[in-house]
């Protein structure tokens, strides 16, 4: 694969890597890109590979980042897209199966199906992607391929058949036989590019090979009338129609064919590289995608070369001495390098100079790229990810990536000033490339608040402010927005004179509070007659009672649900002012609402809670010991969707305990419903750890 090597559409396939965190899934892509030649040098245990070689991604050895890399395969180009195995990391694995039209499911030989493969099992039944899996780490100690198998089998889809099986395990793991062809690969330790010795089958391995090979034939039989009837009659099904049935079904769902090897070693990566061009779908293959133009018209966008260009972003990142990449999918059309796209959600055009293929960290220039392949650009001025570019046939959008709602908070703020002054523009740029970590400044707390997706993505976003931008920070827990209110009716005076020589200060009001139903917030009424305060300072008044609401009573928190009623005053010809009378309404609020019998509100969350059925009992009760109520339930299969209404205090680090009490499997997400009264012995605390100021005299 070199610079301006054309790839049709048909020679292209977009393969999305899943699993596991720790299955191997970027050891396996660094080992198939070296043996289909755009890789040049081989990653031993611990070393950065071709897609996982960020400094974050070294240190806690692991992929955080969804990224491509393409190689060459009998005549076909595959785009090879990585993806992290951790959770904490879904959007990227979002991102990754968005623009895939096929996927390869890694599991360890030794650990089996892990909750990672669940959930992105999950994620490729949401987006109905083909699937072949592959059994890796067969060189490890404890390997054992026929229970990682049956895992898989038992876990995922019954529909998943072997169509290799190995020769040896761990240490002994030497060789690997292909059930179509009826042939042994041999290795022989040190060939990493992967070659091995065709040979007959081992004659103690013949019975165990007879077996699976009964299996997978029955099985690619039954997908084809003419191959079950002559299966049936005892006639031999041919290896090119074995594997042609094979594609049909993997295309359609109906069967995962699984594959074993060891990337470390190279072994089977010659195979699942063949296998991956005979068995999964070009871009052609798959249905089309829909788009909507301005009006919402629904438009369906084939990958075609003649169609009308249409590209999704679905990865923005920085690197140095590069600056911003903008990773992109041509949906439909062929996209010349240099050519002037419209950035449908700017309005803006961009022009896409330098277009490239990207094989990890190194970009290949290329002349043009096909419909349905994968590409990269650096420095767009607007565009980001989740944009549609088109051409100016009109505008169009294409599905968005879906990507989780982050639900883990923490506060973050510069050690010394020169840090606070660089966090702001710092933060944006990390979630600019990640739409999954958002920031915003909540200025009645004081406090700067980062959302992600687990403590260990908030972890990594603090490391890249320190080694990217130079920034520290310091964390503490997100502040409660508490309010206050009032249970009961009561009146203040407000007196405010001042003589300090000439003109003076006057002001003097009567206020009477009263509380609100829920929700109605602040209400002013003006009783005064007679002109005891004239129209004019009235506003003053009122100006000054909100102001003071503003501050609390109890613990400095706002007032609110109330109404405060303006009945008498007086005033002075010459000393009075509106100043003076802003003074006074606040000093009549102060001892009224000493007097209304005030007390804590605090915000209750609307959450909803997606978890598996074994772990309901769990979870409620940790609801209920949340000082939460569970309102419904919505069954959904194997799993479900709880409703509950839960104090915001009592949320925090929720992501976290949910996590465990699912094994990985549950999240939330949570959005503000109503004040609540505070409990008297909580609010008793909270009070004391923030006193409001005394009323002024």
């Known amino acids: 694969m070199g610079t301006g ?24 892509v660094d080992a198939l890109t070296f043996v289909g030649g755009t890789n040049p040098r081989r990653a031993g245990p611990g070393d950065p590979t071709v897609t996982c070689y960020r400094d974050e991604e070294v240190a806690h050895q692991m992929s955080m980042v969804c990224t491509p890399a393409a190689t060459e395969w009998m005549g076909a180009k595959l785009n090879l897209i990585d993806t992290p195995g951790f959770v904490d990391f879904a959007g990227e694995i979002e991102a990754g199966v968005r623009v895939a039209d096929a996927a390869v499911v890694v599991v360890g030989a030794r650990s089996g199906v892990g909750l990672g493969t669940i959930d992105a099992w999950e994620r490729l039944d949401a987006r109905g992607l083909p699937r072949i899996a592959f059994i890796s780490k067969m060189d490890r100690e404890g390997a054992d391929f026929e229970t990682a198998w049956r895992s898989v089998k038992e876990r995922l889809s019954a ?19 292909n059930l179509f062809s009826g042939k042994a690969h041999l290795y022989e330790r040190g060939s990493m590019a992967g070659e091995y010795e065709e040979s007959e089958i081992p004659a103690e391995h013949q019975a165990t090979y007879e077996r699976w090979r009964t299996e997978l ?3 690619v039989a039954t997908t084809d009338e003419a191959l079950l009837e002559r299966y049936l009659d005892g006639q031999e099904i041919s290896r090119d129609e074995a594997i042609a049935a094979m594609a049909r079904s993997v295309c359609a769902g109906e069967l995962v064919p699984a594959f074993c090897g060891s990337a470390l070693l190279g072994y089977g990566m010659r195979a699942l590289l063949s296998k991956m061009v005979e ?19 629904e438009i369906e966008l084939r990958a075609d070369d003649r169609a009308r260009l249409a590209a999704l ?3 923005t990142a920085s690197e140095a001495h590069v600056g911003e990449l903008s990773y992109f999918k041509v949906v439909s059309g062929c996209l010349e390098n240099g050519q002037e796209l419209l950035d449908v959600e700017t309005g803006k055009t961009e022009k896409l100079g330098h277009v490239s293929v990207p094989v990890g960290r190194q970009r290949l ?6 419909a349905g392949d994968i590409g990269v650009v650096a420095k767009l001025k607007t565009a980001r990810t989740n944009h549609t570019m088109c051409d100016s046939a009109g505008q169009l959008h294409l599905e968005p990536i879906a990507f989780p709602s982050p639900d883990t908070r923490v506060a973050l703020s510069g050690v010394d000033r020169k840090d606070e002054d660089k966090l702001g523009e710092a933060l944006q740029k990390l979630a600019a490339e990640d739409p999954t970590f958002v920031t915003e400044f909540d200025s009645e707390l004081r406090q700067t608040i980062a959302r992600g997706l687990g403590d260990l993505h908030l972890q990594v976003q603090i490391e890249r402010l320190e080694q990217r931008f130079h920034v520290k920070v310091e964390t503490e827990a997100p502040r409660v927005a508490y309010r206050e209110t009032l249970r009961r009716k009561a009146s203040g005076h407000g007196r405010h004179k001042k003589q300090t020589g000439g003109r003076g200060q006057f002001g003097d009001c009567h206020v009477t509070l009263e509380p609100l139903p829920r929700g109605e917030t602040y209400a002013f009424v ?46 002075h010809s010459v000393d009075s002012s509106e100043m003076a009378f802003k003074i006074a309404g606040s000093l009549a609020f102060q001892k009224a609402a000493h007097e209304a019998d005030p007390y804590l509100l605090e915000p209750v969350m609307a959450v909803e809670v997606s978890i598996p059925n074994d772990a309901m009992g769990d979870v409620t009760g940790d609801i209920s010991h949340r000082r939460g109520r569970v309102l419904g339930m919505d069954a959904l299969g194997a799993t479900s969707v709880l409703k509950a209404m839960i104090p ?33 012995h909580i609010a008793e605390k909270i009070i004391k750890e923030r006193p409001a100021q005394a009323p002024l005299e």
Do not use: W
Not at 160 to 172: C, L
């Open 279 to 297: 068995l999964l779908p070009s871009p052609a293959q798959v249905p089309s995608e829909k788009a909507h133009d301005d009006d919402g018209a």
């Open 365 to 370: 220039e290329v002349s043009r790229l096909h």
């Open 5 to 28: 090597k054309d790839y049709t559409t048909d020679r292209i396939r977009n393969v999305v890597i899943v699993g596991h965190s720790r299955a191997g899934k970027s050891m396996l």
């Open 217 to 219: 034939m029955e099985t």
């Open 648 to 680: 915001e205090a009592e949320l925090l680090g929720y992501a976290a305990s949910l996590r465990q009490m699912t094994h990985g499997r549950g999240h939330h997400t949570r959005k503000f419903a109503a004040y609540e009264e505070v409990p008297a």
């Open 159 to 177: 529909t998943v058949i072997p169509v290799e099986i190995p020769i040896g395990e761990g240490d002994d793991f030497h060789g690997i036989i």
């Open 313 to 315: 972003i679905f990865k």
């Open 526 to 571: 003006n009783r005064v007659v007679g002109g005891a305060i004239p129209s004019k300072y009235i506003p003053a008044v009122d100006k000054g009672i909100q102001e003071a609401s503003e501050r609390g009573i109890l613990a400095g928190f706002p007032v609110i649900d109330f109404q405060a009623t303006c009945t008498d005053g007086s005033h």
